[in-house]
C-alpha cells in the first residue's frame, strides 16, 4: 500500500508544485511547455554568467527554491526522483543565453541520469555555439571506498549554488566561477541519516527499516547506506556522523583539523520536527567546537529533502574569508534562509537578565518594608479583629506578605508598575484567601491599568488608587468600612503623614457590611484592622521612599 500524500494525482503533482511556487514568488516564472523554473528580470543577466541547475522533484525546496538574483539563474525539474529530460534543459539554457548571459555554468549533482541529461545538453548547447560548463558536485561521505561511479551528490549542491551564485553576480567569469568551486568542493562533505523511508508519490516506501532503527549514510532517493543500528541520542548520532565524515582512513573523508572553520548545513530529510532540528543543531555545534573547529555559520532547515523521510544530513564547508564573504552575499532566493554574518563560535548566546532599573529597585525595597511591616504587626492586627471578627486580619496579611516574600527571591521586580500591581494581585488573590485577599486583588487590578514605566507621576498614582477604590464600590463594598473604604482615606491622609490618625478614625464609623456589622456599633471602640494594615503599609511605602530622596 502506498503512502498517504496530499495531493490531486500523481502524474500532476510535480507541475502543480511548481506552479504554486512561481506563482507565490515573485520573481519567478515559468518557461513555457518545460518544467524550468527561471527568473523574471532576465535582463539583469546581460553581461553576467547565467547559473542552471535541477534535478529530479522531491527535494523541494531544491532547486526551484534557489531561483534568484545571487543563486540559480534557473532550475530544471524531472519527475519525482527522475533526472530532468535533455531537451528541457538545452531549453533553458537557450533561454538563458538569449537574455544576453556571458556563459553557462551548469551544477549538476553526481548521479548517472543527471550527469548524462545535463552532460548531454550541454554537448547540444556548444553546438549553438553557446559557452557551457558543468560543475559536478560529489559531497558524499559516507563510502570508505566509493564505487567507479564516485561520490554522490547531496545538499552540499546547495551552498555550491550560493558561492557561484555571489560570483557570478559580481561578474566574475565563468572560467573561473569553474576553477574557484573545483577548490571548494574539495573542502565539502555531506553525510544522511535516516530515521525513516520515504515514497514516490503512487509508490511503496524506497526501503524497509524496522521500527527503533536508523540507517546511516543512505542516498536522498533512498539508497543504501553503510551501517544499521538501532536509533541513538542525538548528541550520540551527530558525533557518529562527523566521526565518519572526518575519519581519514575514509577515502570519502572530509579533512578537518583543531582551528579550522566550518559552515555547517544542517539539513531536514523531510519530516523532522523542527524540535528535533533544534536538538541537532545544538549537538553539531557542540561537537565540532569540542573537537577545538570553528564554526563560523550555522544554517538549519529544509534545503534539500528527500520527500517524508525523517532524518537528516550534516553538510560542513571548510571556509576561508573569501567563503564566507561569499557566502554572506545577498540572494532574493526564495528558500536561502536568512542568516547572521556573525561568527557563531565565540558568540555570546545566552543573555543576562537586563539590568535592574531604578524604579524597580525602588519597588523592590518598598514591598520589602512593606512585609516587614505587616509580619511585624500580626498579632496586633489579629488583637484588632478580635473585638470585630473572628481574629485572623494578622494572619490573613502575614499570608499575603509570606508570598510576597517567596515571589521576590525568584522573581525580578519589573521596571513597570502597572505590572508589579498585577503580580501582586494575582499573590493576594491565591495566596491570603478570604475577602480580604479579594478585595485587595479587585483594588490591585484596577489600579493596574494606570501607572506605567513612562508615567508613574503622582497624579498617575492618584488616578490608580481612585480606579482602584471605584471598582470596588462597583462591586458592592461601598459599605465596608475595612480595607476597602478606608484605603482611599487613608492614602490622603498619608499626604499630610497622617496614616495612622486615618485609621483611628475607625473608631467612629459604623460597619455595613462583614462580620463587624454584626456586632453593635457601641462595642466597637477600636480601630478597624484592616485601616490599620493600610496605614501601616502606607507608612512603610513612605519611610522607603523619603528614604530615596
Known sequence: MSSKKLINSVDSCVDEALYGLVRASEGLSLLKGHRVVIRSDLDNLRGK?????????GHEPAHGGYVGAGMLSAAVAGGVFASPPPASILAAILCLHNAGAAGVLLIVKNYTGDRLNFGL?????????????????????????????GRRGLCGTVLIHKLAGALA?????????VLKMTEVLKRIGTLGVGLSPCSVPG??????????????????HGEPGIKRSKVASADEVVKLMIDQMTNPDSQSHLPLKSGDSVVVCVNNLGALSCLEMGVVTR????CLENQGVVVARVMSGSF?????????????VRANQETLRLFDARTTALAWPHLSNVCVTGCRYISDPPAMRPLSHVMRKTLERVCFTLLEKQEELNSLDRAAGDGDCGNTHAQ??????????????PGCPGKLLSVLAGLVQEKMGGSSGALY????????GHVTEEQSSAAAWASAIHAGTEAMRRCGASACVGVLFICLWAIMCLLTKRATLGAEGTCNLTAQAGRASYIAAERLTLPDPGAVAVAATLRAVLEVLEGQK
Open 169 to 177: 553576480e559580481e561578474g566574475c567569469p565563468l572560467d573561473q566561477i
Open 283 to 286: 549537538a553539531a555545534i557542540i
Open 121 to 149: 545538453a550541454a554537448e547540444q548547447a556548444r553546438n549553438h555555439g553557446i559557452t557551457v560548463d558543468m560543475v559536478i558536485v560529489a559531497d558524499d561521505c559516507a563510502f570508505d571506498r566509493p564505487s567507479k561511479a
Open 400 to 413: 499575603a506578605a509570606r508570598a510576597i516574600q517567596e515571589w521576590l527571591q525568584d522573581h525580578r521586580v
Open 203 to 220: 509508490c511503496l516506501p524506497s526501503f524497509d527499516l524496522p521500527p527503533g532503527d536508523m540507517e546511516l549514510g543512505l542516498g536522498i
Open 49 to 57: 554568467v547565467a547559473l542552471l541547475s535541477g534535478g529530479g522533484s
Open 304 to 316: 534539500m529533502t528527500s520527500l517524508e523521510m525523517a532524518g537528516v544530513s550534516l553538510t560542513l
Open 441 to 448: 486583588s479587585l483594588f490591585l487590578t484596577a489600579a493596574a
